[in-house]
């Protein structure tokens, strides 16, 4: 072969060579000839910090989490607005545990109850504390608790807490003894606002009223009769029905609230209503406080 053919041939190799690496390099992306084309440069998202009441809302799930953990009969935290109450509230149903065991639970003199005839679920937690099953007189009053008939969708949901003598909270911070400042009218502007933290969701509550309760007075049982979980049905006189109840037990609340908040209740509002006792007049004169439920949130 003449020296022109044989070099012809070597630029002939040479150039296909050439084509195939432009031709990999172009369906790699590695050589780009169009200039035109917009360069896709990757950016990282900012990171979207969640809102001051996304943040509360963690915090509150959290809470109810945590304390859930300690003891299964945790329902929820009660907290003032104002910040002048809260405390976490259990329920026990019965005397009995869903396993068939009877509660751990005491009189208020310290005595272990060791049988439950005539008890309710209401005596478990009054002088027991929630967190650790033991007698509680002097440091929390035993626990806040929800009434034991209570279910979460009832019309009207009770919750009880005790009233600390001086003698035991000069603080006057323990369980339920700040409600005695909504006894003044002068204290209500600032404490009207009631969150509710359960389970699964938030609920909102404002004060209708406040008023005492005359246990002494045969009237007060008639007439303000807090107790009724559905305000229609009266579970002390075996679960007699009575429509207009609700209208009258307003009615009848309105003319002994000691003094007016401007809040409006109607018989289709649901309530929740917080007892405790009236100083120096333990188990005869309660203090009652009913309130609005406004508004509910999810989370």
């Not at 084309?37 to 963690?58: F, G, L, M, N, Y």
């Not at 396993?99 to 008890?119: H, I, K, P, Q, W």
């Not at 009848?252 to 003094?259: D, F, I, K, P, S």
């Not at 309660?286 to 949130?297: A, G, Y």
């Amino acid at each position: 072969m003449k020296k022109s053919k044989r070099v012809l041939i070597g630029l002939l190799i040479m150039l296909v060579t050439m084509l195939s690496v432009l031709l990999i390099l172009l369906f790699t992306g590695v050589v780009d000839f169009n200039p035109k084309k917009t360069q896709h440069v990757i950016v990282d998202e900012p990171v979207v910090e969640p809102s001051p009441a996304e943040k509360r809302k963690e915090e509150l799930k959290k809470l109810w989490t945590d304390n859930k953990a300690i003891n299964s009969d945790y329902v929820g935290e009660l907290m003032f607005d104002s910040g002048l109450i809260s405390v976490p509230f259990v329920q026990a149903k019965s005397c009995y545990k869903e396993n068939g065991e009877m509660y751990t639970f005491y009189t208020e003199d310290g005595r272990l109850v060791t049988d439950a005839s005539g008890y309710s679920g209401n005596d478990v937690y009054i002088w027991t504390y929630w967190k650790t099953g033991e007698y509680d007189y002097n440091d929390n009053g035993g626990s806040t608790f929800m009434d034991y008939r209570n279910e979460l969708e009832d019309q009207n949901l009770i919750v009880y807490g005790h009233h600390f003598s001086v003698w035991n909270d000069e603080t006057r911070s323990k369980a339920f003894t700040p409600l005695e400042q909504l006894l003044e009218q002068e204290n209500y502007a600032a404490n009207r606002n009631l969150t509710l933290v359960l389970g699964n969701e938030i609920r909102h509550y404002e004060i209708f009223a406040v008023y005492e309760f005359n246990a002494t007075q045969e009237s007060d049982f008639e007439d303000l009769q807090y107790w009724r979980t559905n305000y229609a049905y009266d579970d002390y006189a075996d679960n007699e029905y009575d429509p207009d109840y609700y209208a009258s037990y307003i009615k009848n609340v309105e003319a002994r609230m000691l003094y007016q908040t401007g809040v409006k209740l109607s018989t289709s509002d649901k309530t929740l209503t917080l007892q405790t006792c009236i100083g120096g007049h333990a188990g005869e004169l309660f203090e009652i406080v009913v309130l609005k439920e406004t508004s509910t949130e999810t989370y």
